[in-house]
């Protein structure tokens, strides 16, 4: 299968830019006075509003648009165990499971069953495929609208952006890195991101992650939260990647629950064929 082939099935996974379009805050058709709140207490409040969960069981209707415009869709069923796991199966408009992806702290994995082929591979590779940046804690974080670790010392700036009626947290973003890129210091201080969060739920509205030196952004938007076991959650997320070329995705759960016994199935036959990198 080709790396284009290939990225068929995977650019959910990879997202990126800021959207400017989420609507001033409202409660009872009165525009809600938003007073200025130190970065401390965002981060706080940002922390403390997050979505918690032992396992995550969702369905999704997701759409893929590529650099032509071009738009595939289709329905997935998505698993999660925190910190340990990512699975989602893949069907078309006549519900046979055509992909099935596994991801973990340290392998990506995939299996075509309309080609009988499967890949095996990390996140290493995935990135420098897609031109992205990503490891399994963002993209775990990414699917439900919980934020980026910010790291300890770092300088967190605050303010309230009156045009989109939100609060605004940016620090330059130090990436864990292995040992070996450690000494690139000047590249990590040019990597940042940026939240815009509810002055109501604290809960992320949009989000950037940028890196001006490798020219790719990682941005996303969150809508229609509704409540799951008194958490809010999003019901639809927008995202989009641009780096050399511009891939949108565009996410709507169906149905999602928590803390159910979930099992992760994930066998490859022996007559696939195994794609190499």
Partial sequence: MSKL?????LPIFLIGIVLFSCKA???DNVKIKIKHRSSKFLVKKLKENEFKFNTISAKAAIAVIDSSNKKT???????IKKDSVIWMSITPALGIEMARVIITQDSVKLINRLK??????????INKLFGADLDYQMLEALLIGNSLDFEGNEKIHSRVDRKKELYFLSTEKKRKVKKELQKDKEKIRKESQALWLDPISFKIKELLISSPETKRSLSGSYS?????EMQLVPDKMHFEL???ATTTIEVDYSKFSIGKSLSFPFKISSKYVEIKK
Avoid at 73 to 79: I, V
Avoid at 224 to 228: I, N, Q, R, T
């Fill in 5 to 9: 082939k290939l990225g068929y099935w």
């Fill in 25 to 27: 805050q409202e409660k």
């Fill in 73 to 79: 869709s289709f329905k997935a069923h998505l698993r």
């Fill in 116 to 125: 009988k082929e499967y890949f095996i591979g990390d996140f290493a590779y």
């Fill in 224 to 228: 229609d939260y509704k409540e799951v």
């Fill in 242 to 244: 641009k780096s050399q």
